[in-house]
């Protein structure tokens, strides 16, 4: 089974910055490079949107709404990916959930929670 442990959650004011970490313990490398891993997030009494993806071989796409604001990076040999969000606006205020994807069938961590909040 696929475990994610997201972590780097936490408050943070209207145009400040936080990056987020998932790392998958019990992956081996192999088997990590073959996911294409992203983030959602789900704010209170929405469905959950994707943020970002990112390939193993870092090829990434991005919601519209996050595309100058946040990266999404992976380091395939610590079998961890990040999301550097920047310019955080209160609407950015979710639970975020790392996922890993394999031809479609997709693994969630249990999710971090950003509030972004004066």
């Known amino acids: 089974q696929v475990q994610l442990v997201e972590s780097g959650g936490g408050l943070v004011q209207p145009g400040g910055s936080l990056r987020l970490s998932c790392r998958a313990p019990r992956m081996i490398f192999s088997v990590f490079t073959g996911y294409v891993m992203g983030w959602y997030r789900q704010a209170p009494g929405k469905q959950r949107e994707l943020v970002a993806t990112i390939t193993s071989g870092g090829k990434t796409t991005y919601a519209d709404s996050v595309k100058d604001r946040f990266g999404i990076s992976r380091d395939n040999s610590q079998k961890k990916i990040y999301l550097q969000m920047r310019s955080l606006k209160p609407e950015d205020t979710a639970t975020y959930y790392c996922?890993?994807?394999?031809?479609?069938?997709?693994?969630w961590g249990q999710g971090t929670e950003v509030t972004v909040s004066s």
């Open positions: 996922a890993a994807d394999r031809d479609g069938q997709l693994y």
